[in-house]
């Protein structure tokens, strides 16, 4: 079991100290050396604040357990009802009132695409992505949600000129494996399994790689209820259970609704021996997670820091992502008062996102058209300074 080092630094001495975090049994649990660490390989390290850092892993010891009752189980079926908008084959129409006002308070990005950029003139835009429903379509099989070789050629390009992290519920080498991209940054497990670009960052010179890893010591537990979730739903036909490393998914995309009590029983039935895990509902993805202080705007924070934007006012995040579990990201953006969220959605949903896009070919269309401004741009400088080269060249000394 591998403990996750990270340098902190103290603001009052000015000394980094490696700090071996630890969360267990709702306590945390810190080591410190007040020294720079040793090399190790596969690992490196980003200076952060301690104060951050401790807030941050801080354990929500006043979670509930979760238990098997027969409230539970129909709060939690409720939830995946509300969670999963598309369920029914024949949705009802929303009145024309009520599309019109949730477009109006969340406009296509496409359409108020000068919008965006006019704001985001004279900063650094910082590109978050989700995977499932935002860079692929959703898909019945969670293990073929491949994304399109247009998609990734346009992601690619996106890379060149905007530092781009791929923020995801799934395990982060199997995000990799979809978008097979070294130069980006990845955030797995919702953000508690982060690495930077194999290559490099051509945003940041000479940085490392970034490995976070703030809830490796649950590693043990996850894979025991992996192995315990497998067993109770092989009973219920469609049901998928996917280990995420840092945290588990349970899909039931492919469940009959009519199985989702039994389901969520059956799920409720091994939860109830661990407390140290909280559930949470996605589309159609029933969520297990270690009850930190940690989630997808909480990596977007810490990305954002370890490119050395923490408190810059010349920086425009720019978060896109179809679920449940972005609202997290969406929220912080809100709350820094810099850059945008855009939801991907058909349908009108309760979100802190400011902006929205419908599917995937759509967010595809926004990254393009994203590139195709910052390449006019640079174009445009490049022109000024040859043009402010040539007048100088002509006045007298």
């Known amino acids: 079991m591998t403990n996750q080092n990270v340098v902190v630094s103290d603001g009052k001495s000015g000394i980094n100290m490696a700090i071996t975090a630890a969360a267990v049994s709702g306590s945390s649990l810190f080591t410190t050396a007040a020294q720079k660490p040793p090399a190790v390989p596969g690992t490196s390290y980003i200076t952060i604040s301690k104060k951050k850092l401790l807030q941050n892993l801080d354990i929500n010891a006043a979670a509930a357990a979760c238990g098997g009752g027969g409230a539970r189980i129909n709060a939690w079926v409720d939830s995946m009802r509300a969670s999963s908008p598309t369920h029914m084959k024949s949705p009802p129409p929303l009145s024309g009132d009520h599309q019109t006002s949730w477009t109006m308070q969340h406009p296509s990005a496409l359409d108020m695409f000068e919008q965006i950029t006019n704001a985001s003139k004279g900063k650094q835009i ?65 953000g508690m399994d982060i690495k930077g670009p194999s290559k490099g960052s051509i945003h940041k010179k000479g940085a490392e790689a970034v490995l976070f890893q703030p809830a490796s010591e649950y590693i043990p537990m996850i894979d025991e209820v992996y192995k315990a979730l497998l067993e109770v739903t092989k009973a219920t036909p469609g049901a998928k ?53 940690w989630d997808k705007g909480k990596a977007l924070e810490f990305l954002l820091e370890s490119l050395g934007y923490a408190n810059c006012a010349d920086v425009f995040p720019v978060y896109i992502g179809d679920d449940r579990t972005d609202e997290d990201a969406f929220k912080v953006l809100r709350e820094r008062g810099q850059g945008f969220g855009i939801l991907v959605s058909k349908t009108p949903k309760e979100t802190n996102a400011s902006y929205s896009l419908q599917e995937p070919t759509e967010v595809m269309a926004f990254l393009r058209r994203l590139v195709d401004w910052k390449k006019s741009a640079l174009r445009n400088q490049f022109r000024m300074r040859r043009r402010l080269e040539e007048i100088n060249m002509f006045l007298p000394n």
């Open 241 to 293: 259970v996917e280990n995420n490393k840092f945290c588990l998914s349970v899909h039931f995309r492919c469940v009959d609704e009519k199985k989702w009590i039994e389901l969520a029983k059956q799920v409720g039935s091994v939860m109830e021996g661990y407390p140290d895990l909280r559930l949470t509902q996605g589309r159609k993805v029933l969520e297990i997670r270690p009850t930190i202080k």
């Open 126 to 190: 910082v590109m978050f992505l989700d995977y499932d429903g935002t860079l692929s379509p959703i898909v019945d099989d969670p293990d073929r949600a491949f994304m399109s070789e247009s998609m990734r050629a346009t992601v690619r390009k996106l890379a060149r000129y905007f530092p781009t992290a791929i923020v995801s519920g799934r395990c982060r080498d199997k995000v990799y494996s979809f978008v097979r991209l070294a130069e980006l940054y990845y955030a797995g497990s919702h």
